[in-house]
Nanobody, 127 residues
Framework: QVQLVESGGGLVQAGGSLRLSCTAS????????MGWFRQAPGKEREFVATINWSDGSTNYADSVKGRFTISRDNAKNTLYLQMNSLNPEDTAVYYC????????????????????WGQGTQVTVSS
């Protein structure tokens, strides 16, 4: 089992930026896709972005495309999410996750495609 720890959340004004980090330990994440999900109060956890190990290819939810960038530093076992042009609708707890199976992840992943999760980090965007 891999342990994931997120950091970098906080309070930011609309139009601002934040960078989330997720550090993995325990089982290697080599070969596994990784992703970011988020969950707002009263809503289901939703896909934000994923990145594959094989070629670094990425996928984004339409709501964040062009504003968010997912990346990974394999040497540091760290996943990042750069969030720009934030708006109040981005307010949520953000979770990083490692895929359940080795290999690339589908472009439209489900929560059940991921087997390891961090504890989450709160992002609050004020208007």
């Amino acid at each position: 089992q891999v342990q994931l720890v997120e950091s970098g959340g906080g309070l930011v004004q609309a139009g601002g930026s934040l960078r989330l980090s997720c550090t993995a330990s325990g089982r290697t994440v080599r070969g596994y896709a990784m992703g970011w999900f988020r969950q707002a109060p009263g809503k289901e956890r939703e896909f934000v972005a994923t990145i594959n190990w094989s070629d670094g290819s990425t996928n984004y939810a339409d709501s964040v495309k062009g504003r968010f960038t997912i990346s990974r530093d394999n040497a540091k076992n760290t996943l990042y999410l750069q969030m720009n042009s934030l708006n109040p609708e981005d307010t949520a707890v953000y979770y990083c996750a490692s895929s359940r199976l080795l290999g690339d992840i589908t472009p439209t992943p489900k929560v059940s495609d991921f087997g390891s999760w961090g504890q989450g980090t709160q992002v609050t965007v004020s208007s």
